[in-house]
């Protein structure tokens, strides 16, 4: 459990010197890009959307409940 626990201790060290060191480093793709990518994706995902949802005919099930009523049971003949 000691060596665990060491080791724990260690790759903790390294990850707070990482995230010290990485802060004055220069910025990613993500930092620069990430808003016009996610405004991208998202203006695509609506337009396809828009598209499928006016364009296709697609037909929607709506629910008919409450708005049907059961038929009435037939009585079973009786046979003589």
């Known amino acids: 459990m000691y060596r665990f626990a060491k ?3 260690n ?9 010290r060191h990485g802060s004055s480093a220069q910025p990613d793709f993500h930092t ?4 016009t990518v996610l405004i991208g994706g998202t203006v695509f995902c609506v337009a ?3 598209y499928v949802l006016t364009q296709t005919g697609l037909t929607w099930n709506p629910s008919p409940v409450g708005r049907m009523m059961p038929k009435e049971w037939r009585e079973k003949e009786e046979e003589e």
Not at 11 to 18: L, N, S
Not at 32 to 35: D, L
């Open 48 to 50: 396809v959307w828009s």
């Open 7 to 9: 080791a724990a201790v």
């Open 11 to 19: 790759i903790t060290g390294q990850a707070a010197r990482q995230v």
């Open 32 to 35: 620069k890009h990430g808003n």
